[in-house]
């Protein structure tokens, strides 16, 4: 059973515009969600987290938002550029207990075409 | 800073020879570390977690196992490898008492088995 889910294998996006990459979860105890970009041949990368009393988080080009009734949170670029050009995962994680273990999404691969 | 090192970066070993990857973490004491698995078009797959020195979960029962001889060392092994276990090894750490618990990962291990 999916607990995370990615249901977008791939996007494909024009240099400059939105990119948005969906998540879905199962699982209402999640604490906190996370995203992170992973490049061929290369270990993924920690890019911007929310907790589950917050709705939205931004960082630069980044923002996720989070709606908890939908159980659904989305990673916004903006504007996008040829080197988000990556896969994308979604995780989400619960307090409790010391491991700090996360589930993944299976990814999505973002293109950003010139 | 802290960082995160894996070796090798490839390896091609043909079946039923044994494995053993390593996985070291600087600049941190008494991380939690974390072996994943991506296996081709699919996403991260938990293989092991450690909180400490000696203490390994296992998250999904198979022929690899793991050991924490120190405590910013972690090994994946294997006596005999099976076709299936090729993919892309990846070992992670995270600080115990983060927020969000993010995890950051090493570069990974490419393993072909013939």
């Known amino acids: 059973d999916q607990q995370v889910k990615q249901n977008s294998p791939s996007l494909s996006v024009q240099e400059g515009r939105i990119s948005i990459l969906n998540c879905d979860y199962t699982?209402?105890?999640?604490?906190?969600f996370l995203w992170y970009k992973k490049y061929p041949a290369e270990g993924p990368t920690f890019l911007i987290s929310?907790?589950?009393?917050?709705d939205k988080n931004e960082d630069g080009r980044f923002t996720v938002f989070l709606n908890k009734s939908a159980k659904h949170l989305s990673l916004h670029i903006v504007p996008s550029q040829p080197g988000d050009s990556a896969v994308y995962f979604c995780?989400?994680?619960?307090?409790?207990?010391?491991?700090?273990?996360?589930?993944f999404g299976k990814g999505t691969k973002l293109s950003v075409k010139p | 800073s802290q960082t995160i090192h894996q070796w090798p970066a490839t390896l091609v070993q043909p079946v039923g020879s044994p494995l053993s990857l390593e996985c070291t973490v600087e600049?941190?004491?008494?991380?939690?570390l974390y072996w994943y698995r991506q296996a081709a078009g699919r996403g991260l797959q938990l293989l092991f977690y450690?909180?400490?020195?000696?203490?390994i979960s296992s998250e999904v029962p198979q022929n690899l196992s793991a050991s924490r001889p120190q405590d910013r060392q972690f090994i994946l092994s294997s006596k005999k490898l099976l076709l299936s276990d090729s993919g892309f090894y990846l070992c992670?750490?995270?600080?115990?008492?983060?927020?969000?618990?993010?995890?950051?990962f090493g570069p990974g291990t490419r393993l072909t088995v013939t």
């Open positions: 992670a750490w995270s600080e115990k008492g983060s927020y969000f618990y993010e995890q950051y």
């Open positions: 699982n209402s105890m999640f604490d906190y």
């Open positions: 929310i907790s589950s009393i917050k």
């Open positions: 995780a989400a994680g619960r307090y409790g207990g010391s491991q700090g273990n996360l589930i």
């Open positions: 600049g941190t004491s008494n991380p939690n």
């Open positions: 450690s909180v400490g020195i000696g203490q």
